[in-house]
């Protein structure tokens, strides 16, 4: 049988050696997951001692250099990469001379915002309305058409809220289209959709085309990244069980192998609106590594080394907060001593820390599990513990 991505699936046992593209602490997380199973890991990425090469062998090279990535194949029985933003051209290279069970086609597809909301909405899910922008008249003329505010994005690149401005004036448009034009790609601009929550559901589908999902987290965004992860989600049964339904559907209409989170907005009445997909494990599903049957890190080797998925289900309710640069510290020594209050609320908090060198203000370098009876107690320990007050200044929980 062939997969939709052109490969025959094949069954990589634990033993076998898997090559990741990107060594940062998705792929770390995927190495301390996949050994614990018995598999070797071979992280290529051009940053020495990267999070990922502290716990496995790594080929310190650029992404887009040809003979770097024909040696991870040589060293790999499997491989597969721990972000969107590898060079497709490579990756479509490998799938012809090694085992890249997710193909290169999917990876196309989500590095460019067109050409996903195309095929989100082939897959039977919906997006805001949107306008493919070519020029600042073209820009003016979506504004009428969509309304204010309105989102203005370049179709490749960007994170975090990089590569984006919330037009809320006609006066901005000239402004927004000089900026974000520089960026010399294709551009978009997004109807606003008032959302009431942002949720996202992971979802994998092995070689062999089992589908499995976990369950829906509810998201919070501080200064445009990621704060919280909130599981269960504060969201109506019935919301819950669409999401996850179209999380299926996406993984199944785009063939994917591996995880694909997709990302979604709740509008008041209910509605979801898809927003962004990733087709690796994601930030807001770090919840499963302590309050999962089976973690997102584990799933994804499972589902491309052709085992069986594991249960996706919730052992106990969980708040991941993430630890950016100017928390390290705090955390840390408040995680070294006993903690009273963690003991009072009767939650555990879990620490990860990524083994990045520097700790930057406002990056990400690890994270907090906060397992709890319920999402409450383990919410009011992160607003006690002072560490994140900043955040929570600018939140609304």
């Known amino acids: 049988m062939t997969g939709k991505n052109g490969h025959t699936p094949r069954l990589i046992a634990p033993g076998g050696t898997i090559g990741i593209l990107g060594g940062g602490q998705l792929g770390r997380m995927l190495a301390n997951a996949g050994s614990a199973m018995g598999y070797r890991f071979v992280a290529l990425d051009p940053t020495p001692d990267c999070p990922m090469g502290q716990v496995s062998r790594q080929i310190t090279a650029a992404y887009d250099d040809e003979a770097a990535a024909r040696e991870l194949a040589a060293q790999c029985d499997v491989i597969t990469y721990e972000f969107e933003n590898v060079d497709a051209g490579v990756a479509a290279m490998l799938t012809k001379e090694a085992y890249v069970p997710q193909g290169s086609a999917l990876l196309h597809t989500t590095q460019h915002r067109l050409r996903e909301k195309r095929a989100i909405e082939a897959a039977g899910a919906t997006v805001a309305p949107y306008r493919e922008i070519t020029s600042v008249e073209s820009l003016a003329q979506a504004v009428s058409e969509l309304g204010l505010p309105a989102v203005f994005k370049t ?3 960007g994170y975090d809220g990089k590569g984006q401005w919330v037009i809320r004036s006609a006066d901005e448009i000239e402004e927004a289209y000089a900026t974000l034009s520089k960026a010399g790609t294709e ?3 997004e109807q606003f959709i008032p959302f009431q929550k ?7 589908r092995s070689s062999n085309g089992e589908i499995k999902a976990f369950p829906a987290a509810e998201n919070i965004h501080v200064n445009n990244i990621l704060h919280l992860s909130i599981v269960p989600a504060r969201i109506e049964a019935s919301v819950a069980e669409e999401a996850e339904r179209l999380a299926v559907a996406i993984a199944e209409g785009l063939g994917a192998v591996g995880l694909i989170a997709v990302e979604m907005f709740v509008t008041e ?14 930030n807001s599903g770090h919840y499963t590594m302590e309050a999962s049957k089976t973690s997102q890190f584990e799933q994804h080797i499972r ?13 106990t309710p969980v708040v991941m907060v993430n630890v950016l640069g100017q928390h390290v510290e705090p955390t840390v020594a408040r995680l070294s001593i006993r903690d009273e209050a963690a003991e009072d609320l009767g ?22 599990n906060v397992l709890a009876d319920s999402t409450e107690a383990a919410l009011r320990w992160i607003e006690e513990s002072g560490i994140w007050n900043e955040e929570n200044k600018s939140r609304k929980v």
């Not at 942002?198 to 994998?204: D, R």
Request: glycine share 12%; hydrophobic share 45%.
């Open 187 to 189: 551009l978009v601009l």
């Open 347 to 368: 939650v555990t908090p879990k620490l990860h820390l990524y083994g990045k060198k520097d700790a930057v203000k406002g990056r990400k370098m690890g994270h907090v």
């Open 303 to 315: 589902a491309i080394c052709g085992l069986p998925l594991g249960d996706a289900g919730l052992l």
């Open 155 to 157: 179709a490749t690149g």
């Open 198 to 204: 942002e949720i996202s559901v992971i979802a994998a």
């Open 269 to 282: 009445d209910g509605r979801l609106f898809v927003n962004e997909l990733a087709p690796r494990p994601h």
